[in-house]
């Protein structure tokens, strides 16, 4: 109560405080919607400790919440357990590190929290999520084991954690907790299958830009329709074809004898310079699948996703720069929806899209310290190479905290990321060039942004021995698959 | 001739032990003289005695006979940072660690011709200490510095008339820097930055630079004199500097042996720095009687020469930097009075007001600079005809300094920093 009336005397002194051209703002009502983004997902998984770095956990600790704004908590090592470093192997290669995940499964801390959560961000949730998805907490075990199985997408069980009725949408609780402030980032995952996946395909890993469109349109009008006071501050898309996911590994390696670069090899042929592979390729990559025979490798080809022999669409690696250019467009498109829909409900637009590409071309310096978004070593993004690390997170929401300062006179203090950089508790790198990212996080992270895409030929691949040599394609018909049910 | 060159050398030799704290302009220095200093530093149209070998070689024209100045300097300076958000935070807070700075000077002037007088000054015009604990936030900026600068400046001054004289001079610098700072690089297993070790760059000998110098002072009548001198820049290569590395181990085996595989621990690597040392441009006008001497100084420092503070470690890019520095030129103002209260004693009143050639965005641990006002008072005492004993106190406090959000390393916050400063000076007629 003590933090709630710290608030509202901060959103009366913005008031007083905000001339005519500056929105007004109330924060002492602060709900959040969105995804893993929001939800302050870190090395795949929910946890507590991380929980807590969320963006909007962040900015409402600085708008004076304390611990009241509430969030669904989760216990270590984590719901999906997190991914770790299993170890930093030193091959003649360089260094191949091994990247697994944790040992067990977290539990909620907080499941009968009294009303809606204050962040209703769901991991795996696309925008039309927002308007049709629930979740029973009694299912959240079962489901749980369901998706660890493949048998169901990541949304499923963190509908569960989150909404936990079993009736209510996000987009309804977020209406029934009566927000004065709404924070809105959604539509990463009507896009992240084109990634995790490698291929471009509305309708199968990408949603159609029309339904995008009438989705996002759905919930900003709800939430305007039914909240006409609130403030809406609503993020734009990540260009998340920039994600370390697929940037990391580059689509040839180098000759050490001249320097000069030998393309991998995909199904379609060689890669280009300006074609990437993702990181789901590192497991083949280590087995020489990719690499051509003249450079130590087997000569067989990358998976470049597609309908296979039986029509069935099989996830890749291998991301050709036509497809990337077709998911820029995609996300202008997106990007120029969110801009008018928000402008038509008097809702503001954070630019993340913009201040992602500064994040990736330019990274930050803290303390002395350069921090990027390098795979591994940068500082600011997970280790399944598309979420924010903790501290990401906070350097994005300090930028937001900027925003909201300049746009609604707020007058909050940056987050300090001392403790997160240091954890109180180059220049120089690790190169990740060689490393094995394991087939199953790969594959978990196609079951989470793309259900019901088939991974069983990735992990075929991924079994393959060494030695083997190329061979005609077979009729794996008789072979079991991961089946997911559409 | 063969004392005078022995006592040279041996002030050299002292003078070479002591790093000097930098609580001037920027990291200038400019207690050459106690009694210079008892007059806030405004010497240069009195100019009466040896250490006008700094304050106004052409000065030195109107002394008579073989004479000498010898003294040195207390310093020390007490820095209090306190932090600001994002890093490292509302309420952090770090102090320099406490140390006492003593650089000497000596300035030796005889007769070469009529009308033409020798002098020699060693000197150290610039200067910089900053020690921080070793386990503060900003130890990936900077852990220590200490930069030596030692002039040996022979002049030469001639008496153009019983009212006006000229001077040149030569500077020969000398100067040595040694910079520490930790390594910090994120750990794939915790994702925060480990401290990974230490790279220590120094100069193992003296580097060398040179310079110029000229004053005139004229005696303009009515008790009134004006004297105007000209420092040159001196460009200072560290050609010669090394790194050295040590590796600090983190728990983690594997990282700890990628880390050793990256950076060259145990080897010492040739390095090289640049600093541009400011011209110094002075004009003076004072007005005496038997009893009084009242001077008003303007020392303007071209510090706009120093751009950037290149590290360059030979063969590592990865490793190398250039640190935007940006000074800015700054005039300083100096004030003071003397007051002969007998035949044998005099007391010396002082005030300056000194800018901070250092922009907003350039304050950092590695100087802690701002704008400063000082309150100086000295004596001086004919202890016999030949010997006059000088001495002064200087009270330098500073403006308390903020970053504003500005710093170039996002180290952010406010220093507030005090300096103390007591010297004498030896003044022998031979």
Known sequence: MKNLRKVTVLSLAALLLAGGAVAQVDLSRFVALGDSLTAGVVNFGSVERFQLLSIPNLIATQAGYGSSFAQPLVSEPGLPPLLEVKALNVTALGISPTIGLKDGFGQPLNPTHDGPYNNLAIDGANTGDLLTLTGNIFNLQEDMLKYAGGLVGKKVPFADLVLRDGQTTPIQQAIGAQGTFYWVLIGHNDVLGAITTAVFLPGVTVTPIETFQQNFQMVLGALRQNRPNATILVGNILDVSRAPYATTINPYIVNPADGSHIPLIGEAGLLTESDRVSLGASALLAQGIGIPVAAGGTGQPLPEGGLDSQNQFQAGVVLRASEIAQMQQYIAAMNATIESVAAAVGAQVMDMNTLYDDLVDNGRIIGGIHVDMGFLTGGLVSLDGIHGSGLGYAVIANEVIDFMNATYGTNMAPVNLRPILLGESSATSVTAANFVFSTEAAVRLVNAYAPGVRTDKLEAAARQPRSRQRSTPTDRSDKPGIRTPR | ?430
């Open chain 2, 1 to 430: 001739m063969s004392k005078v060159k022995g006592i040279a050398l041996c002030a050299a030799a002292a003078l070479l032990l002591t790093p000097t704290l930098a609580h001037g302009n920027g990291f200038a220095l400019f207690e050459h003289g106690a009694r210079g200093v008892g007059m806030g530093g405004a010497f240069g149209a009195t100019a009466n005695d040896p250490s006008a070998g700094y304050y106004n070689p052409a000065g030195l024209a109107f002394l008579e006979g073989m004479q000498s100045s010898a003294g040195a300097y207390l310093i020390t300076e007490t820095s209090k940072f306190t932090g600001d958000d994002p890093y490292p935070g509302a309420g952090y807070k770090a102090e320099l660690e406490h140390q006492i700075f003593y650089p000497l000077h000596l300035h030796v002037t005889g007769d070469l011709a009529k009308n033409l007088r020798w002098g020699i000054s060693t000197t150290a015009p610039f200067g910089l200490g900053t020690w921080w604990p070793d386990d503060y936030a900003g130890k990936f900026i900077t852990k220590r510095v200490d930069l030596k600068v030692l002039n040996l400046n022979p002049n030469l001054a001639y008496k153009v008339s019983d009212n006006f004289a000229v001077a040149v001079g030569f500077d020969y610098f000398l100067s040595q820097v040694d910079i520490t700072k930790s390594i910090g690089v994120i750990n794939p297993y915790t994702q925060q930055v480990a401290e990974v070790g230490q790279v220590h760059l120094f100069t193992p000998d003296w580097e060398t630079g040179s310079g110029w110098n000229a004053g005139i002072l004229w005696k303009i009548g009515g008790g009134f004199s004006f004297g105007a001198t000209y420092r040159s820049r001196v460009e200072m290569k560290y050609s010669d500097a090394e790194a050295s590395f040590v590796q600090f181990g983190t728990g983690y085996a594997d990282f700890d042996a990628i880390v050793a595989g990256l950076l060259p621990f145990g080897d010492n690597v040739p390095g090289t720095s640049e600093i541009v040392f400011p011209a110094e441009m002075r004009y003076a006008v004072a007005w005496h009687n038997d009893v009084w001497t009242v001077e008003a100084d303007f020392v303007r420092m071209g510090w706009d020469t120093f751009e950037t503070l290149p590290i360059t470690i030979e063969g590592r890019p990865d490793l190398s930097s250039v640190r935007a520095e940006d000074y800015v030129d700054r005039t300083t103002f100096r004030f003071g009075v003397e007051w002969k209260t007998s035949d044998r004693w005099a007391w010396q009143f002082g005030y300056l007001d000194d800018p901070t050639p250092v922009p907003t965005a350039s304050v950092s641990p590695l100087l802690p600079d701002s704008d400063r006002t000082g309150y100086s008072v000295g004596f001086t005492w004919d202890w016999t005809n030949k010997m006059q004993v000088q001495s002064s106190f200087l009270y330098l406090p500073f403006d308390d300094r903020s970053t504003d959000g500005q710093d170039h390393d996002n180290y952010n916050g406010s220093y507030e920093t005090t300096a103390y400063l007591w010297g004498f000076s030896l003044v022998y007629r031979f």
